[in-house]
Nanobody, 127 residues
């Protein structure tokens, strides 16, 4: 069982910033496209951002583009999601996910493409 561990969530005010972190076992992490998803109560899990194995391909949801930044460090087995200019509608539980892939596979936007998931970290943005 591959375990992904997220951290960095919290309660902030609108306009503030947070940085989420996700670590995974080295063998899994270095060979996987990594994604961040979020889920608010009563809503489906939605795509936030993803990065390819090498870090060369990055995708964002339109709702977070220009506010959120995804990055990874394969030497540290860590992927981050830096969230700036947070809005109340960003309130959700944020999940890290890993999609083992070959080097040329692009990262995906759909949750079903990801084999491994963390437990999530809660982000609450007050107005």
């Amino acid at each position: 069982q591959v375990q992904l561990v997220e951290s960095g969530g919290g309660l902030v005010q609108a306009g503030d910033s947070l940085r989420l972190s996700c670590t995974a076992p080295g063998r899994t992490f270095s060979r996987a496209n990594m994604g961040w998803f979020r889920q608010a109560p009563g809503r489906e899990r939605e795509f936030v951002a993803a990065v390819s194995r090498s870090g060369s391909v990055i995708l964002y949801a339109d709702s977070v583009k220009d506010r959120f930044t995804i990055s990874r460090d394969n030497a540290k087995n860590t992927v981050w999601l830096k969230m700036d200019k947070l809005k109340p509608e960003d309130t959700a539980r944020y999940f890290c996910a890993a999609d083992p892939a070959i080097l040329t596979d692009p990262p995906k936007r759909v949750p079903s493409a990801y084999n491994y998931w963390g437990q999530g970290t809660q982000v609450t943005v007050s107005s």
